[in-house]
T-cell receptor
């Protein structure tokens, strides 16, 4: 199955707090990417981490990757109301195709 | 540079009909992938095309098909529509196959009545 698990399914926090969401996958990967989706629109790429990397930063985003556990986490620091969205992880499997997992994590940041 | 363009944006069809959705990738991108998004099932991978060849296919019935043209534009077709086919259909383009960021269109919202 191409489906993995994203945890939690939904997260509600106050503006200024940090938000952490997790992604697990099943196959060996070349890289893992995180995307954001606002309100049923197209997905926007946030960050890509390669399989030989363990941590990557981009602005307020921090992504970690543990290939031994086949899991990744996305940390958004000092969250803002504009961060309210659904967040998805996607992998490029060693088979070369892109897979997006599950229903994502719905983040709600209260002002 | 123009983004990924999907047409139409909204579509209402009747059960049993067929539908064709179109995706124009970013200029120079040769890989196009299609996804179905529903509230209950999340994002489901449909297929991926690269240089007019289908490289991978998700777990969907044969009613779902697609193709890619020499200019990298892609179409997907759903025949004998069912109510459960109502969804947001997303197209994404990439320059290559692996280790590349995917750029998504705004999607086509299909409603089957």
């Amino acid at each position: 199955s191409q489906q993995g698990e994203e945890d939690p399914q939904a997260l509600s926090i106050q503006e200024g707090e940090n938000a952490t969401m997790n992604c697990s996958y099943k196959t060996s990967i070349n890289n893992l990417q995180w995307y954001r989706q606002n309100s049923g629109r197209g997905l926007v790429h946030l960050i890509l981490i390669r399989s030989n990397e363990r941590e990557k930063h981009s602005g307020r985003l921090r992504v970690t990757l543990d290939t031994s556990k086949k899991s990744s986490s996305l940390l958004i620091t000092a969250s803002r109301a504009a961060d309210t969205a659904s967040y998805f992880c996607a992998t490029d499997g060693t088979g070369g195709f892109k897979t997006i997992f599950g229903a994502g994590t719905r983040l709600f940041v209260k002002a | 540079k123009a983004g990924v363009t999907q047409t139409p944006r909204y579509l209402i069809k009747t059960r049993g009909q067929q539908v064709t959705l179109s995706c124009s990738p970013i200029s120079g991108h040769r890989s196009v992938s299609w996804y179905q998004q529903t509230p209950g099932q999340g994002l489901q991978f449909l297929f991926e095309y690269f240089s007019e060849t289908q490289r991978n296919k998700g777990n969907f019935p044969g009613r779902f098909s697609g193709r890619q043209f020499s200019n990298s534009r892609s179409e997907m077709n759903v025949s004998t529509l069912e109510l459960g086919d109502s969804a947001l259909y997303l197209c994404a383009s990439s320059p290559g196959i692996t280790n590349t960021e995917a750029f998504f269109g705004q999607g086509t919202r299909l409603t089957v009545v």
